[in-house]
C-alpha cells in the first residue's frame, strides 16, 4: 500500500470510487470501511450509499468489483475484506484468487481497484489493522485509489 498522502482537493473534485466491503469477519470489514470513507471524507470525496456494496466474502469481491468498473460510473473501487489463516490451505486460495482477480480487472480496464483486503495469520492482527487510526488499512487502500486515479489523470492530460 501506498503512504497516507494527502491530495489537494482540486485533483479529486470529480473522482466517484465505489466501494466493495465483504461481510464475512464483519467486526474487521467494518473497521477498514470506516478508515476508507474518512479518508475520503478528508479529500472531499462523497461516497454515495449506492456506491458502497456488500460481497458475502473476499472471494466474490472481483467479480462485484469488475460489474461496478463496467458500469462506467466510477473512477475507482476500493476492495475491502479481511481473510485469517486456518487450519487448511483455504486461506491462501482464498487469498490468491481476490489479489489475481483484482489485478486482472484492473490491468484490462485501467480502472484502479485497491487491494484492502486483509490476509492475516490471526484474529488480533486483523482486528489492529482495521481500528480507527492512522494505521487502517481501509485508509490506505483509499488513499492508494485516489492516488492512482490522480497519477493517471495526470498522465492522460500531458
Known sequence: MTQDKTVTRGDTTETRIAIVVSRFNTEVTSGLLKGALAYLGEQGIA?????????????????????????????????????????????EYISDAASKGLMNVSLETGVPLTFGILTTYTQDQAIARSLDDAHNKGREAAAACVETITTIRQISTH
Open 47 to 91: 461516497v454515495r450509499p449506492d456506491a458502497i456494496k456488500d460481497a458475502p466474502g473476499a472471494f466474490e469481491i472481483p467479480l462485484i468489483a469488475q460489474t461496478l468498473v463496467r458500469s462506467g460510473r466510477f473512477d475507482g473501487v476500493i476492495c475491502l475484506g479481511c481473510v485469517v489463516k486456518g487450519e487448511t490451505a483455504h486461506f
